[in-house]
């Protein structure tokens, strides 16, 4: 794989990584209200897909979207403002970081209820097939929303009507605090249940960078010409708590045994080593890259902390879809 493809990877990578380190240190303050899902330690296969994607192609996320958004594109400082409940944000403030949404870049959103976007994602595919374009839509979903119902009805259309779409399953193994072995009976793989159904499906390693291209690069091909749904389960971890800006090992709903485990294969480390193998030098590269990401994460910030809250009759508007 050439060196300018992994260095973007891991440029792409390193800015969800550092963007939600900023959330997380800056949460305690107070200013920024709404719940927070980070998925630090799980940005390979957002990153990964970004670069084989184009733009006009469409994706929809999950409460833990941030990753999500950002490698599609959507605008760093709207997210932030978001965030802080502020006007200027993606959803004018009224949303959080749960209500994603960038459709300048074929963002279409992000969800509360668990399994919400995944019929969403389905229906994209759907109009871009009446509309005979070669757009796909992806659609990220946690291994917990397999466990839903409309999962199940929204794989069984798109495999009904060969739609464009590829369902891709972080599965970090939790559903807040409960493992997959009190959810799900013994010994099922989810990607071989989902294949039962009739979607092309694989499972892979969701923290090796490469890995995660080279499994998109496919997938993207394959569905863009044609051949039908891909369903992707990638086997990742988020570090932080279920919802917020703590460690909760303290918990004890996990090891941290496990956890160690995991970090020891922290994907943003991994891409790392691999091009410091290739080129020892590459260091100072990688220093450039973190460096020129903190600017545009310390403007974004001051961006939203400047920025006005809505005023109150905003409240009262977009309350239906519009176009
Ligand atoms: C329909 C619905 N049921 C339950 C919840 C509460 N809830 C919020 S996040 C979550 C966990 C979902 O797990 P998973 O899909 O694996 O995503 P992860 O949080 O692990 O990224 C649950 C149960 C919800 N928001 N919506
Ligand atoms: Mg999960």
């Known amino acids: ?28 303050k107070w200013e920024m209200r709404c719940p927070t899902h980070l998925s630090i330690g799980q940005e390979a296969v957002a990153a990964a897909l970004s670069m084989c994607i184009r733009k006009d192609d469409f994706a929809v996320s999950t409460h833990r979207g941030h990753a999500h958004y950002l490698a ?3 605008s760093l400082k709207s997210m932030i403002a978001e965030i802080y409940g502020k006007s200027t944000g993606c959803s ?9 949404i960038d459709k300048d870049v074929g963002f279409m959103g992000t969800s509360a209820i668990v399994g919400n976007s995944i ?6 595919a759907l109009s871009a097939h009446l509309n005979f374009t070669d757009q796909i839509s992806c659609v990220f979903l946690g291994d917990g929303a397999t466990e839903e119902g409309v999962f199940y009805e929204s794989v069984n259309f798109a495999v009904l009507k060969n739609l464009p779409v590829i ?6 193994l939790y559903s807040v605090y409960s493992p997959l072995e009190v959810r799900q009976p013994k010994g099922r793989k989810i990607s071989k249940m989902v ?5 092309t499906s694989l499972s892979g390693d969701g923290n090796d960078v490469t890995n995660c291209y080279r499994i998109f690069r496919n997938s993207v091909n394959s569905v863009r010409s044609g051949l039908g749904p891909y369903f992707i389960e990638f ?15 303290n918990l004890g709903y996990r090891s941290v045994a496990e956890f160690e485990t995991w970090k020891k294969r922290d994907p943003i480390e991994l891409c790392k080593k691999q091009l410091l193998e290739t080129d020892l030098s590459l260091i100072r590269k990688l220093d450039k890259i973190d460096q020129i990401i903190k600017e545009e994460i310390s403007d974004a910030f001051l961006f939203a902390q400047n920025s006005p809250f809505p005023e109150p009759q905003e409240a009262f508007s977009g309350l239906y879809a519009d176009s």
Not at 92 to 100: A, D, V
Not at 167 to 172: D, T
Request: charge should be positive; charged fraction near 25%; include cysteine.
């Open 1 to 28: 794989m050439k060196q300018d493809l992994i260095l973007n990877l891991y440029r792409i990578m390193k800015r969800i990584r550092l963007v939600e380190e900023e959330i997380a240190l800056q949460y305690p």
């Open 72 to 74: 599609k594109g959507g």
């Open 92 to 100: 004018r403030g009224k949303g959080g970081s749960m209500h994603l």
């Open 119 to 124: 019929p969403i994602g389905v229906g994209l």
């Open 167 to 172: 369902f891709i399953c972080e599965n970090n």
């Open 195 to 199: 294949e039962s159904i009739g979607a």
């Open 235 to 249: 086997f990742t971890y988020r570090y932080k708590e279920h919802c917020g800006h703590e460690y909760d090992n």
